[in-house]
């Protein structure tokens, strides 16, 4: 946790926007479809990512390796 504390800072605080809950509903849709699930805080999260060509960074890469075009794991 005090990790994070120090790295908190150096990050930018971005509001969802409208877009982001369309696209991410259709983005679980598609996925649905595919018969992968995903819940809607991580297609948000996904989504937001994309638009901002952001990577998304977690200790679960295969979770969002359909969803984002960037994905790192800073744990591993």
């Known amino acids: ?30 996925l649905m479809k595919e018969g992968k699930k995903i819940g809607i805080p991580d297609a948000l999260i996904a989504d937001q990512a994309n638009r901002l060509t952001a990577t ?13 075009n960037s994905v790192e794991n800073w744990i591993r």
């Not at 005090?2 to 982001?20: A, G, H, M, T």
């Not at 998304?56 to 984002?68: G, M, S």
Request: no cysteine.
């Open 1 to 30: 946790m005090n990790r994070f504390k120090q790295v908190l800072p150096s990050f930018e605080y971005v509001e969802l926007i409208r877009e982001d809950w369309e696209k991410a509903g259709n983005l679980r849709g598609q």
């Open 56 to 68: 998304v960074v977690t200790d679960n890469v295969d979770h969002f390796k359909d969803t984002a």
